[in-house]
């Protein structure tokens, strides 16, 4: 929502978006090519994965994608929600928030496959919106999200409580968020989207679980910083020159971070 409210334009919007999923997305999807050495199979389950948002394909390729098609389509709900004022009432989001949570849990049981992700889904996501609109009375404790994310652990309620945790934890003061932001950078994305070819390449050696659970971590933290510094950041500045419309005071940007 943060980003929606600095643009002047729906076009604006989707620009930045735009520019924050797909440089690395390509890159990802150039290092597991390179990695893994790709037939023509494998770039069919690719797009099948990324394009069905994971309900079609074996995800063996690139398995974070499957979430970037879903996060594409709540983008255009917030804005369908933003321009009938949906923003405005804060008390009838979190009321859709109530009727997903509720549809989602019981009756969607019985639903396709696509009808429960979607209830899944739209449900953690306008829950960020509350929480986003509702900023001001908002905890602000990175040890109460990390509770509530501990609590993600839990049937049923944990599927709700988790999100709802993690959210609060990246929109909590903390010295690690701040070193981080300082000195590595927004690296975030790269770790969700480089760690999975980084993993299967290493899965091909006879390495120790721990061994190789700590290689992916190193390697894809180098990659991440790599990708940030010498592709994300510097095309992000084509987003450069968007400014908040008159109507809607944005929220300083000390305080929205480590929220994408």
């Not at 009756?107 to 509350?130: D, E, I, K, Q, W």
């Not at 006879?206 to 790599?226: E, K, M």
Request: hydrophobic share 50%; aromatic share 14%.
């Amino acid at each position: 929502m943060g980003s929606l409210e600095r643009t002047k334009s729906v076009g604006e919007f989707f620009k930045r978006r735009i520019l924050r999923i797909y440089p690395a997305l390509i890159a990802a999807y150039g290092l597991a090519y390179f990695l893994g050495r790709w037939d023509a199979s494998t770039w069919q389950d690719a797009a099948k994965w990324y394009l069905t948002g994971g309900i079609k394909g074996r995800g063996a390729a690139l398995l974070p994608a499957w979430s970037l098609m879903w996060e594409q389509l709540c983008y255009a709900l917030l804005v369908i929600l933003a321009a009938v004022g949906a923003y405005k009432r804060p008390q009838l989001i979190g009321w859709m928030v109530f009727a997903l949570i509720y549809i989602w849990l019981f009756p969607a049981t019985s639903l396709p496959l696509y009808g429960r992700t979607s209830f899944h889904l739209v449900a953690c996501f306008l829950m960020g919106n509350l929480i986003h609109v509702s900023y001001k009375i908002t905890p602000r404790s990175a040890s109460i999200g990390a509770a509530l994310a501990v609590a993600g652990f839990l049937p049923y309620v944990g599927q709700v409580l988790g999100p709802v945790g993690c959210t609060i934890w990246a929109l909590s003061p903390h010295p690690l968020g701040k070193w981080i932001d300082d000195h590595v950078g927004d690296v975030s994305y790269g770790l969700y989207i480089y760690h999975w070819p980084i993993l299967m390449y290493l899965t091909a050696f006879n390495f120790a679980p721990a061994v190789r659970i700590g290689l992916t971590v190193l390697v894809t933290l180098i990659v991440s910083y790599g990708s940030w510094h010498l592709l994300e950041k510097p095309l992000s500045r084509l987003k450069r020159g968007a400014r908040a419309p008159r109507d809607v005071q944005p929220i300083p940007e000390a305080q929205t971070a480590g929220v994408q």
